[in-house]
């Protein structure tokens, strides 16, 4: 499934952007087996839509509306639904069925739905099995984590997006089983390293890229197994510790050019995929027949998915896991799903459609906020195995004569601005833009609670050992945006453990400035730079790097 010959295509127009994508004979046959209509919307649309149902870095102080106490919640208090505490959320104390209501066939589903998605208690984070982390969204497993959404099993982290098993690291974005790391990103089994870009195996190594096996190396690219080197050239001990304590002198912004500058003489690898076979996209590992698929694990036969792990013959996911299957337009959520559609954190919850935070729901559609066993519900409103079954394909119908059938939730529905959500951070809109799409937009506050003073960046010093203990009492002003930040305990030991310069730029602004060094979730079709084969990559033909085949990049390097 999903292989890629297109000699059986069509071309269809995208209701949103107006803009032309391919639907294959073998999409067809995924959407004829789990029964949806084709998608109106092109790949990119349906993920934007998608990704605006998740808020994982903005983050408020509210009161639990059943417990009374105080929580921080990744909702600001201006959407509709009471928001309860994870204590309160998953307790017996409260009943999603108590919100139930019939269907109204005279009015379209999705208004009926948004209705009781305003009256359904919301958990205030997502988190499972946490100790100290109240400041994580999206988070389990972990202890003495800040602000490290989408990860599981780190501990005494702040600021990691996608990563797990990670001990002392600040600063990093899709990180495996690393230690003792800053500011890198899509490394896995490094320790003690700082901007590294796409390592594996690495450590003691600062300013590398592409690197497999490398211990005690300076600004290089694209080495393997190599150990005292700068600019992949070889150096005695002395010499490279020499030359290292040199450039260690330098604006680390200067560092950063010069080292993105070299990087881009080394030839690249056109795709950064391990154990892969017949796959189009980044980032895969032990993946077959996945197409257009980025940062996926042990994934078959799967189309247009982000961030999934363990999933089969599924199209349209986004941060979705373990044990899928036959699996559509979801955001978020996972564990033993199959048969799931059009839904938001779904888990345990087969052959639904239509859900939104729903667990160990199975046989659901249109419901919200279920958080124990529970099966034949739609609308919250509980029926027996034939009630439901006979609701649900006259609900169909009739979704099918309002347009809505086959759909995902309208962005319009979300809990979330559309600034608050991840969709902003990947296809970023201007507020005129987002209220003009009947979208809501959040104005943020450029204020810190409880400063002594404020500090633009430019002004704080370049030595660690120069920097007071009262700067955990000042704001400090971002570089680049002027936002205000403030920096936490650990996170300055950390700086001063590893003799770290204090970041003038925000960490939103840092975390962006890192998933810049990794291209764009768009598939190119080009020519290996040095054997002329036709090949699939993330590199666009424009770029100025040398792009090699997976054949001709093994040569080089190994």
Not at 349 to 362: D, H, T, V, W
Not at 529 to 539: E, M, N, P, S
Request: aromatic share 14%; proline share 4%; glycine share 4%.
């Amino acid at each position: 499934m999903f292989g890629t010959d297109f000699s059986l295509l069509t071309m269809s127009d995208c209701k949103q952007c107006k803009s032309s994508f391919e639907i294959t004979d073998e999409d067809r046959k995924f959407y004829s087996k789990i029964d949806v209509p084709e998608p109106t919307l092109c790949p990119e649309c349906r993920l934007q839509r998608r990704l605006a149902w998740r808020n994982e870095s903005n983050l408020y102080s509210l009161k639990c509306d059943l417990c009374n106490k105080n929580m921080i919640t990744c909702y600001n208090g201006d959407y509709d639904s009471p928001v309860y505490c994870k204590e309160c959320w998953w307790s017996d104390n409260w009943d999603p069925r108590t919100y139930g209501r019939d269907f109204d066939f005279s009015r379209p589903f999705f208004e009926q739905y948004d209705e009781l998605l305003k009256v359904v208690p919301k958990m205030g984070q997502m988190q499972l099995q946490n100790e100290n982390c109240p400041y994580a969204n999206w988070l389990a497993y972990s202890k003495n984590v800040y602000m490290s959404p989408g990860s599981y099993f780190l501990e005494d982290c702040l600021y990691l997006w996608k990563s797990q098993r990670c001990k002392d690291v600040v600063d990093g974005n899709f990180l495996n089983e690393c230690e003792i790391m800053y500011s890198c990103i899509h490394c896995s089994n490094c320790y003690n390293g700082q901007f590294l870009n796409n390592c594996r195996n690495c450590s003691d190594s600062t300013y590398l890229s592409d690197c497999v096996g490398c211990k005690k190396c300076f600004m290089c690219s694209g080495l393997s197994g190599q150990k005292y080197c700068i600019k992949n050239h070889q150096l005695s001990k002395e010499d490279y510790e020499k030359q290292v304590e040199e450039y260690m002198k330098k604006n680390p912004q200067e560092l950063a050019t010069e080292f993105a500058e070299f990087n881009k003489t080394i030839p690249k690898k056109y795709q950064n995929n391990i154990a892969c076979e017949n796959s189009v996209g980044d980032y895969l590992q032990n993946c077959k027949n996945a197409q257009y698929c980025f940062d996926c694990f042990d994934i078959e036969d799967c189309k247009y998915l982000d961030n999934c792990v363990a999933v089969k013959d599924s199209i349209d996911l986004t941060d979705h896991d373990k044990d899928i299957e036959l699996c559509y337009e979801i955001m978020g959520g996972g564990e033993s799903n199959r048969e799931v559609k059009f839904s938001s954190c779904p888990v345990a919850s087969p052959f639904s459609e239509y859900l939104n935070s729903c667990f160990n729901l199975s046989n659901g559609f249109g419901c919200d906020g279920f958080h124990s066993k529970s099966k034949f519900c739609i609308l919250n409103k509980q029926y027996s195995e034939s009630e439901y079954k006979e609701m649900r394909l006259r609900i169909i119908k009739h979704m099918k004569g309002t347009g809505e059938w086959g759909e995902f939730f309208p962005i319009t529905l979300s809990p979330f601005a559309y600034n608050e959500s991840i969709a902003y951070e990947y296809f970023p809109l201007i507020n005129e833009e987002v209220l003009n799409r009947g979208c809501r937009w959040k104005d943020f506050e450029n204020k810190v609670k409880n400063i002594t003073k404020t500090i633009p960046a430019s002004r704080l010093p370049d030595n660690i050992n120069d920097v007071p203990d009262d700067i955990l009492n000042w704001a400090i002003e971002c570089e680049e945006t002027g936002r205000l930040f403030k920096l936490q305990p650990h996170e300055l030991k950390f700086y001063r453990r590893f003799n770290i310069p204090v970041p003038h730029f925000h960490p939103e602004v840092r975390h962006t400035k890192l998933n810049s060094l990794r291209n764009p979730r768009k598939i190119y079709k080009r020519k290996c730079d040095k054997c002329q084969c036709d090949i699939q990559t993330t590199y666009a033909p424009e770029r100025q790097e040398r792009i090699y085949c997976e054949s001709c990049y093994l040569k080089e390097v190994y």
